[in-house]
């Protein structure tokens, strides 16, 4: 598949730990956040979304994490499985346009 | 199934032959756009379009450009591809603003 994460950081853990992703995001005006999950060779796909009237949003599995005071989200994947082997992006929405994070790839090992 | 379909899946051509990359979607979606991934840089948005008739460029435009005639198509064309285009294209639709997009599973472009 396509690498699209050279130059990135790593997190690993092992098959049942709790991961935590951080991204820090640039506009104090942004009013939308989305977290991304995107695997070898695929596109990437929708995890989760926060509001900025909000400061937690609970998934299945994950717990997206606002804190605006210092521009700052957070993913929080429970009892972490191989399948979740990725690249995690955070994106902010401004206006009719995402901007995209660098992207954190995280590494479960069985 | 709602999807996002991009073609071609890999292309590889030679500089200044002009190509387009199609992209359509399923789910009437009014927003549509483009993004390009490259190592190091994460993903970058091309050009995006709010509906029919209206596009506008993105953070890196040069080179490129775009067409929405109707709602569920918004090609991507390099009139004159370059070696620096050589990337992985992303094709994204969104129902509107404050939305997430819904990604096509790519497209990897090689200009030689």
């Known amino acids: 598949g396509e690498s699209v994460g050279l130059h990135l950081p790593t997190l690993s853990v092992q098959e049942g730990d709790n991961s935590i992703i951080n991204c820090a995001y640039s506009?104090?005006?942004?009013?939308?956040f989305i977290w991304y999950k995107q695997e070898s060779g695929k596109g990437p796909q929708f995890i989760i979304d926060?509001?900025?009237?909000?400061d937690k949003r609970q998934g299945q599995r994950v717990t997206v994490l606002l804190n605006k005071t210092v521009k700052h989200l957070s993913l929080q994947i429970a009892a972490t499985q191989p399948g979740d082997s990725a690249v995690y992006f955070c994106?902010?929405?401004?206006?009719?346009?995402?901007?995209f994070g660098k992207g954190t790839m995280l590494l479960v090992s069985p | 199934e709602a999807q996002v379909t991009q073609n071609p899946r890999y292309l590889i051509t030679v500089t200044g032959k002009k190509l387009t990359v199609t992209c359509s979607q399923n789910?009437?979606?009014?927003?549509m756009s483009w993004y390009r991934q490259d190592p190091g840089l994460g993903l970058r948005q091309i050009y995006y379009?709010?509906?029919?008739?209206?596009?506008d460029k993105g953070d890196v435009p040069e080179g490129y450009k775009v067409s929405r005639k109707e709602k569920r198509n918004f090609p991507l064309i390099l009139e004159s591809p370059s070696p620096n285009q050589t990337s992985l294209y992303f094709c994204?639709?969104?129902?509107?603003?404050?939305?997430?997009?819904?990604f096509g599973s790519g497209t990897r472009l090689t200009v030689v």
């Open positions: 994204a639709s969104s129902s509107g603003q404050g939305r997430g997009y819904t």
């Open positions: 506009n104090s005006a942004s009013d939308y």
């Open positions: 926060i509001r900025s009237n909000m």
């Open positions: 994106a902010e929405n401004m206006g009719v346009s995402l901007t």
């Open positions: 379009s709010m509906n029919v008739e209206v596009t």
């Open positions: 789910m009437n979606h009014e927003y």
